[in-house]
């Protein structure tokens, strides 16, 4: 039962256009979203994240937005650079669970921008 | 300042022996969780320990478990290893605080033969 999906394995996007990444989650008790970024061979990079009581964040090139009635965030990217080409997943977690940090991942998009 | 630090970066086991892997977190940060990542599973949360209890835990068999010391550094350790668990392990650090990202290191890519 994947709590946290992301229904693209892949995308590819001309350099310079909007890259737009997408996730569902079904557990509503989720209140802090992540996105992270993954090369071959090394561990994922934190880009931005964003908690229920907001529906916007934004860090330069990066936004994310979460519509939580949809139980649905997305990740814009704008512009995309070749050097954005990776996996990016996408997180959540919970809070009571031991109070601690307990991530859901999804299984990721690989995007391709493409000069 | 230094990044999540995990040792050794690359395993090769055979079935049925045991392994045990480190990470050193960021220095000040006192959560630290495991993660297992195989190409049909993603990544996978193991569990998480803060101030050498743990706090979370996933759903993996006993043969996953793992420790901190006073210094916060961790070790996982699986026994009885099976070919399935060939995986890359990776390992994040957190401040204390719930609701923060956590930094992963560049992960253990355990081989079981």
């Known amino acids: 039962d994947q709590q946290v999906k992301q229904n693209s394995p892949s995308l590819s996007v001309q350099e310079g256009r909007i890259s737009i990444l997408n996730c569902d989650y079904t557990?509503?008790?989720?209140?802090?979203f992540l996105w992270y970024k993954k090369y071959p061979a090394e561990g994922p990079t934190f880009l931005i994240s964003?908690?229920?009581?907001?529906d916007k964040n934004e860090d330069g090139r990066f936004t994310v937005f979460l519509n939580k009635s949809a139980k649905h965030l997305s990740l814009h990217i704008v512009p995309s650079q070749p050097g954005d080409s990776a996996v990016y997943f996408c997180a959540a977690s919970a809070p009571g669970r031991g109070s601690g940090q307990n991530f859901v991942f999804g299984p990721g998009t690989r995007l391709s921008v493409l000069p | 300042k230094a990044g999540v630090t995990q040792t050794p970066r690359y395993l090769i086991k055979t079935r049925g022996q045991q392994v045990t892997l480190s990470c050193s977190p960021i220095?000040?940060?006192?959560?630290v969780s495991w993660y297992q990542q195989t190409p049909g599973q993603g990544l996978q949360f193991l569990f998480e320990y803060f101030s050498e209890t743990q706090r979370n835990k996933g759903n993996f068999p006993g043969r996953f478990s793992g420790r901190q010391f006073s210094n916060s550094r961790s070790e996982m350790n699986v026994s009885t290893l099976e070919l399935g668990d060939s995986a890359l392990y990776l390992c994040a650090s957190s401040p204390a605080q719930v609701g923060t990202e956590a930094f992963f290191g560049q992960g253990t890519r355990l081989t079981v033969v």
């Open positions: 220095s000040g940060h006192r959560s």
């Open positions: 557990n509503s008790m989720f209140d802090y």
């Open positions: 964003i908690s229920s009581i907001k």
